[in-house]
Nanobody, 121 residues
Framework: VQLQASGGGLVQAGGSLRLSCVAS????????MAWYRQAPGKQRELVAR????????TYGDSVKGRFTISRDGAWNTAYLQMNSLKPEDTATYFC???????????????WGQGTLVTVSS
């Protein structure tokens, strides 16, 4: 199972970016998909999480009202729409999914490679 994140880049403060995360491989069921971020010298923090059962969404306090997580109908792709970006949003953004492998029937925590978002002031 692989998670491929994309969409990062350099943007001015106040601008927008849309990140994508594509899940591929032998994953048969996803419990949730999420985005985390990690800035240099800081701990990784939750940005947003989308639960498959019931569709509950959780946002980190620092991004509420500015970021929106969504997904496609098949739960193969998660998106993070980031608006009104601030310099403090600069970080590497990681895609995360918790799902069951169709080959092993094991539930696993999967991580993508990260995509860098840089917001200039």
């Amino acid at each position: 199972v692989q998670l491929q994140a994309s969409g990062g880049g350099l943007v001015q403060a106040g601008g927008s970016l849309r990140l994508s995360c594509v899940a591929s491989g032998s994953i048969v069921r996803i419990n949730y998909m999420a985005w985390y971020r990690q800035a240099p010298g800081k701990q990784r923090e939750l940005v947003a999480r989308f639960l498959s059962g019931g569709g509950a969404i959780t946002y980190g306090d620092s991004v509420k009202g500015r970021f929106t997580i969504s997904r496609d109908g098949a739960w193969n792709t998660a998106y993070l729409q980031m608006n009104s970006l601030k310099p403090e949003d600069t970080a590497t953004y990681f895609c995360n999914a918790y799902g069951r492998d169709s080959l092993t029937a094991q539930w696993n925590d999967y991580w993508g490679q990260g995509t860098l978002v840089t917001v200039s002031s």
